[in-house]
């Protein structure tokens, strides 16, 4: 084993890198229900109120062994949409929430070598599909882009596998945007963010200044212009959401160029995080025909490595990767540590803000109910969801929670 790849276990058993990538976005072009990586603004909150009364346990109601990977589940009306892998090959089934019935499935041959360093997560997929205007979009590991109808799960088109991959596996989640549908193809020092005709395939705009990293686009609209911001391989970037212009760019990378944390936008400011490197917020501003982002705050305690932040508020709510994973609040305006758990939350957590409540999701296959306050942790209710680590991020729509975990979708009443 070389010594890159010794340093690189030495990072949370190497590997999990790569699994929630897969990002505020801003406009709507998936429906109000689940249907995307992070739900239906792409920023792990939804309007849909949790119970007032937590039970002392939930009910479950259905399970299904669906195969492997980190892939999240969507769900789009009655309809749960989840990609896994059996043996060689990438599956994406529809599911009924109500009874768990499989209603149609695609499945096509993906083979592919997992990075030494990443074995114990497995081959994947590890990006969540986004469903739209009643076509689903899946993003395999080894890269291959798929839209299916919804409905049928008819194949209306599908890309080869490119050439190069990012070392660890595609894991950014594909983001529908009306007409087009958004991925970062390609890999190591060799990739195109890509603006892909959601009804053909055929490409509409290409950036080719990075290769892609395991984080997932968003869109956000500022100053009047529709900004796609994600993190890429070894930068922060924004381009035009229109044409694929770039708008602006500043260097960014973490050890073993892990970027793998979702941005998330308030107005005009622009959150991010990766392994070992803080939290950071820059304010994005034009500056005559430029676009500048200015340092805002950052904070050097609390960096995250996989774990995607949540706002609430005026406090942003994440999970540090410090102290085997603990939990923290931050002011917004500032950057200011407000709590931090003591630790030992898991290696990572799916967090959902829910108007009065946080559901947070661990690696430890717990669901933590908390209040989202600034002032302390404050956790209502700790159930056990799964009964093997969950890496994916859950989805919550119409009083249920559907979660995957190694290998079952499972399905909890709300």
Not at 80 to 100: D, H, M, N, P
Not at 180 to 209: E, Q
Not at 314 to 336: E, I, M, V
């Amino acid at each position: 084993m070389s010594q890159r790849t010794i340093r690189t276990v030495t990072y949370f058993r190497g590997a999990a890198l790569i699994v929630l990538m897969g990002t505020v976005t801003l406009a709507q072009s998936a429906t109000s229900e689940w249907s995307q990586w992070r739900g239906p603004h792409r920023d792990g909150t939804v309007t849909t109120t949790p119970p007032a009364n937590w039970p002392a346990t939930l009910t479950k109601r259905w399970e299904l062994t669906v195969g492997a990977g980190h892939s999240s589940p969507v769900v789009a009306g009655d309809r749960v949409v989840v990609q896994a892998r059996q043996g060689e090959r990438e599956i994406t089934r529809a599911i009924a929430l109500s009874t768990g019935k499989e209603l149609w499935r695609d499945e096509y041959a993906a083979p592919y070598t997992v990075n030494p360093a990443a074995r114990a997560h497995g081959p994947g997929p590890k990006s969540t599909p986004a469903v739209a205007n009643g076509r689903v979009f899946t993003f395999g590991i080894a890269g291959v882009l798929s839209a299916l109808d919804l409905k049928t799960g008819k194949l209306l088109w599908r890309t080869p596998p490119p050439a190069v991959l990012p070392e660890f596996g595609t894991a950014m989640s594909p983001l529908a945007d009306g007409a087009l549908v958004i991925a970062h193809v390609g890999g190591m020092n060799n990739g195109a963010l890509t603006a892909f005709d959601a009804a053909t395939g055929a490409p509409r705009w290409r950036w080719t200044g990075d290769g892609p990293a395991y984080a997932s686009p968003v869109i956000a609209t500022i100053g009047g212009t529709r900004h796609v911001i994600t993190q890429t391989q070894k930068s922060m970037v924004s381009v035009n959401a229109a044409d694929g212009t770039l708008l602006w760019q500043t260097p960014f990378s973490t050890p073993y160029e892990q970027n793998s944390v979702t941005p998330v936008v308030r107005g005009d400011l622009v959150i991010y995080s990766g392994l070992d490197q803080g939290v950071t917020a820059v304010r994005l501003a034009r500056k005559g025909n430029q676009w500048v982002a200015s340092p805002a705050w950052k904070n050097e305690q609390l960096p995250m490595y996989m774990s995607s932040p949540v706002v609430n508020g005026t406090t942003l709510y994440g999970l540090s990767h410090r102290n085997r994973g603990q939990f923290f609040a931050l002011d917004l305006t500032t950057g200011k540590t407000l709590w931090t758990t003591q630790g030992r939350e898991g290696e990572n957590a799916s967090l959902i803000s829910a108007g009065s409540f946080m559901l947070l999701t661990t690696t430890n296959s717990e669901l933590i109910v908390a209040r989202p306050n600034p002032a302390k942790f404050e956790e209502l209710r700790r159930y056990t969801v799964a009964d093997s680590p969950v890496w994916a991020h859950p989805a919550l729509a119409r009083r249920a929670l559907l979660v995957k975990d190694a290998d079952k979708l499972i399905c909890w009443s709300m």
